[in-house]
């Protein structure tokens, strides 16, 4: 993958491999209440099922880059890739323990792409972070909004039902992972390794933290939405079919986004005001979700246009806010490993809030509070400057 910069090749690599760091897990959350029917999962268990996916990234993603090291990032995201297909089929199987080991194994896998693909960008691309990443962040929407759209049609038509729609994304990890072979031959840069001064000076940075946290909240108020929105829709009266679409916009307004993202972050020396005013819109889209639930799905379009902007702009500070690829790696590896784990905690609390109130507004309110704390820490984490810098404070 060591290519010259703009090449062909890298790009339709860095789309390849993004198109499958999403659909094993965003087709789970329009199908959750058959899963809840077939297996008898409580609201609770439902949540812990769709969060082990972002405790999996935040356990994995510190060594994530490590692996890249020792493998390269070609071979390292090749055997993601075939770990990731072993993944979706073992959740395939009729067994609650299947279920949950599956979504463990996959979402591991998913983990070191998540983290390398961002590295692999700064170190070919970068004079274009913010095109690549506009690549890279709408081929993640495209695919999440198309597993989200087709998850219950897939159920009603495939044998298995549920379990086969979660299994045909078996396929585009295997074909993926078979036209990559030819470019296990190149070699990488090394990244950097635990305790070693780059990775140690990530984590005391103040900025690092502010994209960390950045990423965390932005990413939990995503997959709550994405876990729990079908479930929400359900309740006022929707069909499965048309719930599953409305839940598939929600991903799906972060494709339109994706073509004009890269301009707008280019005319800015810095990106507060950009990352405090979209967080500070999707809270706005959960306050209408609250007082005016008749109108939901135009808050689930304010609130997914929202994101749409905040997810590549953490995806982005992770080369911005770093002086070089390895920096670049480790800033990835810190920011998913506690910003997934701080999501984690999301779709878990939304389930036991829902299970304790009996009603989905103490659980949006939850949401509401975290989009303001996001618009905090945004604005800081947008400011211009490196990690290292002068003006970035060590803690």
Request: net charge positive; charged share 10%; aromatic share 10%.
């Amino acid at each position: 993958m060591k290519l010259a910069s703009g090449s062909l090749l890298l790009v339709a690599a860095i789309f390849l491999i993004s198109m499958n760091l999403r659909p094993a897990i965003t087709g789970v959350g329009p199908v959750l209440e058959f899963i809840r029917a077939d297996t008898g999962l409580s609201a609770l268990m439902a949540g812990v099922l769709t969060s082990i996916p972002l405790a999996a990234f935040a356990l994995m993603s510190p060594w994530a880059a490590p692996i890249g090291g020792r493998l390269g990032i070609e071979r390292a995201i090749f055997i993601a890739l075939l770990v990731l297909a072993a993944g979706v089929l073992l959740r395939a199987v009729p067994s609650l323990f299947a279920l949950y080991a599956g979504s463990i194994l996959l979402a591991s896998a998913i983990a070191v792409g998540n983290v390398l693909v961002p590295g692999l960008i700064k170190r070919d691309f970068p004079d274009k972070v913010g095109l690549m990443t506009s690549v890279y962040a709408t081929t993640l929407a495209t695919f999440a909004s198309l597993s989200s759209g087709i998850a219950v049609p897939l159920a009603n038509s495939l044998p298995g039902g549920w379990r086969g729609s979660l299994a045909v994304w078996f396929v585009p990890a295997i074909i993926t992972a078979i036209i990559l072979l030819p470019l296990l031959k190149n070699t990488t840069k090394p990244l950097p390794q635990p305790g070693d001064k780059v990775m140690q000076s990530v984590w005391r940075s103040k900025l690092g933290w502010h994209v960390t946290l950045f990423m965390g909240l932005q990413s939990m108020s995503f997959y709550t939405i994405l876990s729990w929105l079908s479930s929400i829709l359900l309740d006022q009266g929707y069909s499965p079919v048309n719930a599953g679409w409305i839940t598939a916009l929600f991903p799906a307004l972060g494709i339109p986004v994706g073509f004009v993202f890269a301009p707008i972050v280019s005319r800015f020396s810095n990106q507060s005001g950009l990352s405090a005013f979209w967080s500070l819109v999707m809270l706005s889209g959960y306050v209408g979700m609250i007082f005016l639930p008749q109108l939901t799905v135009l808050w689930v379009i304010v609130s997914g246009v929202a994101l749409g902007f905040c997810f590549p702009l953490a995806l982005a500070f992770f080369a911005l806010r770093a002086s070089d690829t390895r920096q670049a790696s480790a800033l990835s590896g810190m920011a998913q490993s506690v910003g997934y784990g701080i999501a984690a905690t999301g779709p878990v609390l939304f389930g036991a809030l829902h299970d304790l109130t009996h009603g989905w507004i103490a659980a949006l309110w939850m949401l509401v509070i975290c989009a303001g704390a996001q618009a905090y820490l945004g604005w800081y984490a947008g400011r211009k400057g490196h990690i290292g810098d002068a003006a970035d404070a060590r803690v």
